[in-house]
């Protein structure tokens, strides 16, 4: 190669290299010295993202903490897309499209969502499954990516479901627990400003805002899982076998009020809210408001015998079967001639019921009635709670006590009526019953802490004591309540069959049917009721709800290792 060749070459480099340069240079003080502050802007508002960090919602236990868990969080995936991308590089449509296929929804739906200019991150869909992730990832879709996210779970589906209750697609707590402790469970969500690269993913030391999230608190409640089982799986026999329009059962602990178990039927799955109707949402134990029927005598019997009006010796005339009062006829089940209180109580006469009532006049039951808590929520930890319905007795007309005080013209709760009996087997203090146990912050710390919580005195020690003896004998042989019995076991209780009002007139064919009671009668430690809506075709409460009293009776003396009061007494089972 020649020497001028050379220099051709050399001169020919050199002035590329200078163009090259040059442009670089101008293309430099483009950006940095004539582009405008509205575009630079632009460019950098691309390359940033702000976005809110959830914060993990808190867990549910029962009684027994970790080795129960009730309702956690599951990580799945959130679907986002990010719209400017998708615009400018005209992609919307298609994207929209593909994402359509594997969601199994409306293209335009989600171009719709989509279609958000000037944006860099949208949540097109939360609480994606993995499976349809992954198909979505291997589509390759430009501009679409997921991020992390928690999902309520029940892992045991519609167990305790009216007690947990379930939360929505925004976080946020409906019925139950959830909804009563949405706040303590929630936590605080944290924020995340800062800027990715074109991957997005994060440049660290670009970040400009971050507020971690604070992790909701734990709540235990006081419910037993094996008790709550146990109770489902007999609450589910008697639905079935009776044909029943609903059933529910409570069991609590007599001395503290805490809730050991509380079903309904019929229920739903938490997990699946959205295909629930309001009926099986219904926590019938607190909100379905009812007739009791007889297991509300024991209060006026109560009443009479602590204020010495009667003594259980004391003889009514029970008018064979049927008694005309200011012009209106009631009827026993059974005819019946003179009875005892005792015996009255034993065999539920309505009639000898309204005559000891009559004893202590309208102004004194009603005083008594208000003492048990009829016509009052009980405040219960959960939400849906009913108060019952009680007029004021200066609003009775004549024959008003001689009903209320066998059940009828009066409406409870089950949660009212089993604090009734509570009462009772409590010496007459009135507790508040209560679910949760304590609530406990991610660091350990115990920020609640439940207590017993004594309302007033209803009953006297003495007259309460008199009351377990004579309820014990509804469970004894000549009683309505036999068949609530438990082998070694003395069970205070009463029966309940009350014709339902239908059309404004009480129904001939439409029941509901109850047994209520506690045990050990003596020394009581759990009470329970049960209670059935129009069971079919067998509709008395000592032959449809007493047995599945018993049934879970037997099951809770054995799980709990309660110790027999008598061991010479052996009912049928």
């Known amino acids: 190669m020649s020497e001028r060749s050379v220099k051709v070459r050399t001169v020919f480099s050199a002035v590329v290299m200078s163009v090259v340069m040059s442009l670089l240079l101008a293309r430099l003080v483009y950006l940095h010295m004539i582009v405008s502050d509205t575009v630079r802007e632009k460019f950098d508002r691309k390359r940033t993202i702000e976005k809110k960090i959830t914060a993990e919602r808190g867990r549910i236990f029962d009684c027994r903490g970790s080795e129960n868990i009730l309702a956690l969080n599951l990580e799945l995936k959130n679907l986002c897309v990010d719209p400017d991308s998708l615009i400018r590089s005209n992609k919307l449509s298609s994207a929209a499209e593909d994402l359509a296929t594997v969601l199994g929804t409306d293209s335009s739906i989600l171009a719709s969502a989509m279609n958000k200019p000037g944006k860099s991150y949208v949540c097109v869909m939360k609480g994606l499954s ?81 507020r971690p999230a604070v992790s909701g608190n734990d709540v235990y409640l006081t419910i037993d899982q094996n008790i709550q089982f146990c109770v489902e799986q007999a609450l589910d026999d008697l639905y079935a076998q009776h044909s029943a329009k609903g ?20 229920y739903f799955d938490p997990n699946m809210y959205t295909s629930a109707s309001d009926e099986q949402r219904r926590n019938r134990p607190i909100s379905y408001n009812y007739e009791p029927g007889s297991t509300f005598k024991v209060i006026a019997i109560a009443a009479a015998l602590q204020e010495g009006t009667v003594t259980p010796n004391t003889m009514f005339d029970c008018e064979n079967g049927a008694w005309s009062f200011k012009g209106r006829r009631l009827r026993d089940y059974h005819a019946y001639s003179c009875l005892s209180v005792a015996d009255g109580l034993q065999k539920s006469s309505n009639i000898l019921t309204a005559k000891v009532a009559l004893t202590l006049g309208d102004k004194m039951l009603y005083k008594y009635l ?57 010496d007459g203090m009135v507790v508040r019953p209560h679910l949760v146990s304590k609530v406990v912050a991610p660091n350990g710390q115990v920020v609640y802490q439940a207590a017993t919580k004594e309302v007033r005195q209803a009953l006297k020690p003495e007259t309460a004591q008199l009351m377990k003896r004579l309820l014990s004998r509804v469970t004894e042989e000549g009683g309505t309540g036999l068949k609530a019995g438990v082998k070694g076991f003395d069970i205070a209780g009463k029966t309940g069959t009350a014709q339902k009002v239908i059309n404004g007139k009480y129904s001939e064919t439409a029941y509901t049917a109850s047994f209520v009671g506690f045990l050990p009668a003596a020394e009581p430690e759990v009470s329970m009721i049960v ?39 052996a009912k049928a089972e």
Not at 151 to 179: A, K, T
Not at 370 to 382: A, H, M, Q, S, Y
Not at 546 to 566: C, H, M, R, T, W
């Open 247 to 266: 059933a529910w059962v409570i069991v609590q602990r007599v001395k503290t009020g805490e809730i050991l178990a509380m079903a309904s039927r019929p």
């Open 370 to 426: 208000k003492l048990f808590g009829i016509g009052e929520r009980t405040g219960i930890d959960i939400p849906g709670e009913e108060g019952g319905m009680l007029s004021d007795y200066t609003k009775w007309t004549g024959i008003s006590i001689s009903r209320i005080s066998i059940g009828q013209g009066v409406m409870v709760t089950a949660l009212q009526q089993l604090s009734v009996y509570n009462t009772i087997a409590n």
């Open 531 to 569: 209670v059935v809506d129009e069971p079919q075709p067998i509709h008395t409460g000592g032959q449809v709800a007493a047995p599945a009293f018993g049934k879970i009776a037997n099951q809770l003396v054995k799980y709990l290792e309660i110790i027999p009061d008598s061991p010479t007494v």
């Open 130 to 210: 993995d499976e349809n992730a992954e198909k979505i990832r291997d589509k390759k879709i430009p501009g679409v990516f997921f991020e992390k996210a928690n999902v309520r779970n029940y892992p045991h589906n519609s167990l305790m479901c009216h007690v947990l209750g379930f939360v929505n697609y925004d976080g946020i707590g409906s019925l139950g627990i959830e909804q009563q402790f949405n706040s303590k469970l929630n936590g605080e969500d944290g924020i995340l400003k800062t800027s990715v690269d074109a991957r997005r993913v994060e440049v660290f030391l670009q970040r400009e805002k971050y």
